[in-house]
């Protein structure tokens, strides 16, 4: 149990439409990641936000967009749904800063189907 | 793409034997965490690495880095059916603040 929170666990939508995902980190750790899990790959990185700011991306459009709140929430905001985008998508709380012992503590996942 | 591979992409042993997979990575990085994940659920954080160890052990899990080689490896003994998941290896950048870098994975299947 790493303490992370993420809703909804399924969700079905169609292209073209928009889409939050939520997700509710350990209490005290200041910086939450989001990444995106296609089957049969490893997870990518899409952004990470630290005290509410966005402090890191990936190679994802304008489209993929967050939010970090004060009470350690957070969402992950996609427009303009493509069917490409029917994936696994994580977040990970962490206290942050990359350092050595910087530790990533994972949710238990949204999967999202685009039709 | 992923920015590391995992070998092998796929490992079938029986309960009792050790499995070992390895895991090359491409940029520096501060640590190299592995995670196991069951059935497309969330990443369960197994063990992490920092850049300055070379070997680390937790349990029944063996863990070694070799930053020269850009190269890790895991190695489960005495292994259990409940082991049965997919492991990632994923480095943390040392110019990227918190971007890990996946590889593709490695499928483990433990039979009884």
């Known amino acids: 149990e790493t303490g992370v929170t993420q809703s909804p666990t399924h969700l079905i939508k169609t292209r073209g439409q928009q889409v939050t995902l939520r997700c509710s980190s350990q209490s005290g750790h200041n910086t939450v990641s989001w990444y995106q899990q296609a089957l049969g790959q490893g997870p990518q990185f899409i952004f990470q936000?630290?005290?509410?700011?966005?402090?890191g991306r990936g190679n994802f459009p304008p489209r993929f967009s967050g939010l970090q709140f004060p009470n350690y929430s957070s969402e992950l905001n996609v427009n303009a749904l493509e069917l490409d985008d029917s994936a696994l998508y994580l977040c990970a709380s962490s206290l942050g800063g990359g350092g050595l012992t910087d530790t990533q503590y994972f949710g238990p996942g949204t999967r999202l189907t685009v039709l | 793409s992923q920015q590391g591979e995992e070998d092998p992409q796929a490992l079938s042993i029986q309960e009792g034997e050790n499995a070992t997979m390895n895991c090359s990575y491409k940029t520096s990085i501060n640590n190299l965490q592995w995670y196991r994940q069951n059935s497309g659920r969330g990443l369960v954080h197994l063990i992490l690495?920092?850049?300055?160890?070379r070997e680390k052990h937790s349990g029944r899990l063996r863990v070694t880095l070799d930053t020269s080689k850009k190269s890790s490896s895991l190695l489960i003994t005495a292994s259990r059916a409940a082991d049965t998941a997919s492991y990632f290896c994923a480095g943390l950048p040392s110019d990227s603040w918190g971007k890990l870098q996946f590889g593709a994975g490695t499928q483990v299947v433990v039979t009884p």
């Open positions: 936000y630290y005290r509410e700011e966005e402090n």
């Open positions: 690495i920092r850049s300055n160890e």
